[in-house]
């Protein structure tokens, strides 16, 4: 029985979705799927989350899917049955998922059989219902019902960002809201039906679901989706002459020079020649180098087109489709977006080569902070988001400068508070004090490291790292944990007592990645 007959949705990404129907939106390990299995298979979704109620009415639900046809079914099944979407990182461990779990509210945790054993203890803890995906399959067209109308004005999604409070907090993007930044880049970035992106990017922030996922549906393109990231199949892709766009952080970027520059000539060669043939290749959610965009550059042809954003504003700046792109520049506001500068006063920088901090507004702009009514306030001034971070205009485009806080680092794609991770380590027993940050690292962007004060003065630098690595992989997500460790008798701090970072920042610098413990 066809989509069609059965129900109808309001939702925009739907109805597009119909018009195409018959052509392939997903390749995943299983195979190619057409629009039209996603329409039956996301309704189906929506049922089994529906049961006998005739609209969620905005509760939120979790899930965790593996990439692939499942995770945009259930994705498309949460909208579709009224819910808000939460999508929780595989990669992060019990206490994390139960931190998101908990704050959502959301009392449903849709799940495929890999994750079973992960979110088992995080639901349980909560309370929340453990939906597997293979249940949800297994309904029939037999007795459905028109789905629910969901307007642009209901929210739709909750994404999950370290702040600098420490603990994540959650990101309430509307559905008009996500259609107003789907829009924006699709026009921005030249997307069509005939296009076919290689995604292997993480499937809960705001790059992977908004800018490579939900714009190629959107076009009527296909998406194909890894199950994770492996430079030798990306390459493999890459020069197959299929595919047209790829999306990365610089961190994959990195690991696929290295892999370029490990095979053989003749390997090389193929390699090169075959990804000269895609359309486009951007680069996002950390600072790209030049030394990466030009060496890119020698390797495939293409030069990589940084963009900026973020989870709160999608994006905002980004150089040009057709046009110069400038190594170590993200380029110019996206349309329909405005951007300014302003100084630590609040007050509009005018004229180029002033540094000051990066202020968004425009359509594409979340809504609120999940159940945090005074983080929300005060993220704004006068209607303009403050992104907390500073950037200079030069000769027309944007150069970001970094971090108004310290205390938020890029590592690997990925942004997180150093003051969470600080507030883990410190349970640690052999940990008497320590401080978190980011240190400039050519292949993760930032490196996470701490300098500790230890609680025994026997305590040995690299031991204690590896020790400390150990340990923090339990409570923390991977790219959380510190890579570098220095011992210091005491911390550096100000006359109030506040520490002053970029003191323990050079310590770092002035060591080296090699002197500091990792």
Same mark, same amino acid.
């Given at each position: 029985m066809k989509e069609s007959l059965y129900t109808a949705s309001s939702l925009a990404i739907v109805r597009g979705a119909a018009r195409f129907e018959g052509r392939v939106a997903i390749v995943d390990r299983h195979g190619a799927h057409p629009f039209g299995d996603l329409l039956g298979a996301s309704s189906r979704m929506a049922n089994a989350l529906l049961g006998e109620r005739p609209d969620l009415l905005e509760e939120p639900v979790a899930f965790m899917v593996q990439p692939g046809v499942d995770y945009v079914s259930v994705l498309w099944g949460?909208?579709?049955?009224?819910?808000?979407?939460?999508p929780l990182c595989p990669e992060h461990p019990a206490p994390e998922l139960e931190h998101v779990i908990r704050d959502s509210g959301a009392r449903t945790v849709v799940f495929d059989a890999l994750f079973g054993e992960t979110l088992g203890p995080a639901a349980e803890a909560t309370g929340a219902r453990l939906l597997p995906t293979k249940q949800a399959k297994r309904g029939s067209a037999a007795g459905r019902r028109r789905l629910p109308d969901v307007e642009p004005f209901r929210r739709?999604?909750?994404?999950?960002?370290?702040? %600098?409070?420490?603990?994540?907090? @959650?990101?309430? /993007?509307?559905?008009? =809201? $996500?259609? +107003?930044?789907?829009? %924006?880049?699709?026009?921005?970035? @030249?997307?069509? /039906?005939?296009?076919? =992106? $290689?995604? +292997?990017?993480?499937?809960h922030h705001t790059h992977g679901i908004v800018n490579a996922l939900l714009c190629a549906l959107w076009s009527g393109a296909t998406c194909e989706m890894l199950p994770r990231f492996d430079p030798a199949v990306v390459w493999e892709r890459l020069s197959s002459g299929e595919v047209t766009l790829f999306m990365a952080v610089p961190t994959i970027y990195v690991k696929l020079v290295a892999e370029w520059e490990n095979a053989t000539a003749t390997e090389r060669a193929a390699l090169s020649r075959g990804s000269a043939d895609l359309r486009l290749m951007v680069s996002g959610s950390a600072p790209l180098t030049t030394h990466v965009f030009e060496r890119w550059l020698d390797i495939t042809g293409h030069e990589l087109l940084e963009r900026y954003g973020m989870t709160e504003i999608g994006m905002a700046i980004s150089n040009p489709l057709d046009g110069e792109r400038r190594p170590g520049y993200v380029g110019v506001p996206l349309s329909g977006v405005r951007v300014r500068l302003v100084d630590e006063g609040g007050q509009r920088i005018t004229g180029e080569e002033k540094p000051g901090r990066i202020q968004v507004r425009g359509p594409g702009l979340f809504l609120e902070y999940w159940k945090r009514l005074e983080d929300t306030r005060a993220a704004y001034q006068d209607a303009w988001f403050d992104?907390?971070?500073?950037?200079?205009?030069?000769?027309?485009?944007?150069?970001?400068?970094?971090?108004?806080?310290?205390?938020?680092?890029k590592t690997g794609g990925y942004k997180v508070s150093a003051l969470e991770i600080e507030n883990v380590l410190r349970g640690h027993r052999a940990i008497s004090d320590c401080a978190v940050v980011g240190v400039p690292d050519l292949e993760w962007g930032e490196r996470v490291c701490v300098a500790v004060v230890p609680a025994s003065a026997e305590a040995e630098q690299g031991a204690l790292l590896e020790e400390l690595k150990a340990w923090a992989?339990?409570?923390l997500a991977s790219y959380k944990v510190p890579r570098d460790l220095i011992l210091v008798e005491e911390l550096p701090r100000n006359a109030m007592g506040k520490l002053t970072k970029p003191e323990v920042q050079q310590m770092f610098v002035s060591k080296g990645p090699g002197d500091a413990g990792g």
């Amino acid at each position: 029985m066809k989509e069609s007959l059965y129900t109808a949705s309001s939702l925009a990404i739907v109805r597009g979705a119909a018009r195409f129907e018959g052509r392939v939106a997903i390749v995943d390990r299983h195979g190619a799927h057409p629009f039209g299995d996603l329409l039956g298979a996301s309704s189906r979704m929506a049922n089994a989350l529906l049961g006998e109620r005739p609209d969620l009415l905005e509760e939120p639900v979790a899930f965790m899917v593996q990439p692939g046809v499942d995770y945009v079914s259930v994705l498309w099944g949460i909208w579709r049955a009224g819910g808000i979407a939460v999508p929780l990182c595989p990669e992060h461990p019990a206490p994390e998922l139960e931190h998101v779990i908990r704050d959502s509210g959301a009392r449903t945790v849709v799940f495929d059989a890999l994750f079973g054993e992960t979110l088992g203890p995080a639901a349980e803890a909560t309370g929340a219902r453990l939906l597997p995906t293979k249940q949800a399959k297994r309904g029939s067209a037999a007795g459905r019902r028109r789905l629910p109308d969901v307007e642009p004005f209901r929210r739709a999604l909750i994404l999950y960002t370290s702040g %600098t409070t420490g603990r994540p907090k @959650g990101v309430v /993007s509307t559905h008009g =809201i $996500l259609t +107003a930044q789907i829009e %924006t880049l699709v026009e921005a970035w @030249g997307w069509t /039906s005939e296009d076919r =992106i $290689l995604h +292997a990017l993480p499937l809960h922030h705001t790059h992977g679901i908004v800018n490579a996922l939900l714009c190629a549906l959107w076009s009527g393109a296909t998406c194909e989706m890894l199950p994770r990231f492996d430079p030798a199949v990306v390459w493999e892709r890459l020069s197959s002459g299929e595919v047209t766009l790829f999306m990365a952080v610089p961190t994959i970027y990195v690991k696929l020079v290295a892999e370029w520059e490990n095979a053989t000539a003749t390997e090389r060669a193929a390699l090169s020649r075959g990804s000269a043939d895609l359309r486009l290749m951007v680069s996002g959610s950390a600072p790209l180098t030049t030394h990466v965009f030009e060496r890119w550059l020698d390797i495939t042809g293409h030069e990589l087109l940084e963009r900026y954003g973020m989870t709160e504003i999608g994006m905002a700046i980004s150089n040009p489709l057709d046009g110069e792109r400038r190594p170590g520049y993200v380029g110019v506001p996206l349309s329909g977006v405005r951007v300014r500068l302003v100084d630590e006063g609040g007050q509009r920088i005018t004229g180029e080569e002033k540094p000051g901090r990066i202020q968004v507004r425009g359509p594409g702009l979340f809504l609120e902070y999940w159940k945090r009514l005074e983080d929300t306030r005060a993220a704004y001034q006068d209607a303009w988001f403050d992104t907390g971070d500073e950037a200079v205009v030069e000769n027309g485009y944007y150069r970001i400068l970094g971090r108004t806080s310290v205390d938020i680092i890029k590592t690997g794609g990925y942004k997180v508070s150093a003051l969470e991770i600080e507030n883990v380590l410190r349970g640690h027993r052999a940990i008497s004090d320590c401080a978190v940050v980011g240190v400039p690292d050519l292949e993760w962007g930032e490196r996470v490291c701490v300098a500790v004060v230890p609680a025994s003065a026997e305590a040995e630098q690299g031991a204690l790292l590896e020790e400390l690595k150990a340990w923090a992989k339990d409570r923390l997500a991977s790219y959380k944990v510190p890579r570098d460790l220095i011992l210091v008798e005491e911390l550096p701090r100000n006359a109030m007592g506040k520490l002053t970072k970029p003191e323990v920042q050079q310590m770092f610098v002035s060591k080296g990645p090699g002197d500091a413990g990792g």
